[in-house]
């Protein structure tokens, strides 16, 4: 991964408070896709230990913009979609990699791998993103 796209998730990270409380952090600054991840604690987790599915989607939903963001620098969230595939336990070290399925016109999808310690796919989310002309969007 570039420079550039490790600079740009810190500074992600330094104006979302969420995800900064979710201590998300870059696991894979050398991949050829952003990869991010946090760790289930126990205050992420119902009574039977099973992480809560919000965590699941907003560490989803994190790494989909970051990994928009690299490539379109405006864009919002404009939907989600997420499917839950096996749990999340306390200790979890979740990894989050993102792909872009398409892009058209003014809109991007991108597609989110979510995956345990043991490598086994804990969700999947599709995004989808509103672009903006950079030049066009006030800061």
Known sequence: MQ???????????????GARNLN???????GREPAIGLEVSAAMANSDGICHGGYIFALGD???AYACLTRHPRAATQSAHTTFVAPARIGDV??????EAVQAKRNAVYDVRITNSDGQVVALVRAQFRLFDAAKVRS
């Open 3 to 17: 420079r550039d796209a490790r600079d740009l998730f810190h500074r992600l990270l330094a104006s979302s408070p």
């Open 24 to 30: 998300i952090r870059l696991l894979d600054p050398a």
């Open 62 to 64: 994190t790494a989909a």
């Open 94 to 99: 979740l990894r989050a990699e993102a792909v």
